[in-house]
């Protein structure tokens, strides 16, 4: 699964404000809140929630979350086969 995240520019953003997140089929996934002075948070299928300064960061959370989903789901295809 890959969810890429929109590049944001904080310097120009005045308030609050949110993205939708979406998997590459086009199924919602989470939602992505930033402002100037109030950070970068993602929050992940309603469980997975973190809070960063940068957009490498948040796109590394993703990516880690992602993995470990991807993998779980393998894990569980092998033991039913």
Known sequence: MQIKLPE???TSVQSLGSF???DEGGRHVGQY????????TVFLFGKYKGTFKTHAECQAFIDGVTAVID????SRSEATS
């Open 20 to 22: 939708e997140l979406k």
């Open 71 to 74: 993998d779980n789901r393998g």
């Open 33 to 40: 809140f930033f402002g100037k002075g109030y950070g970068r």
């Open 8 to 10: 944001t520019d904080l």
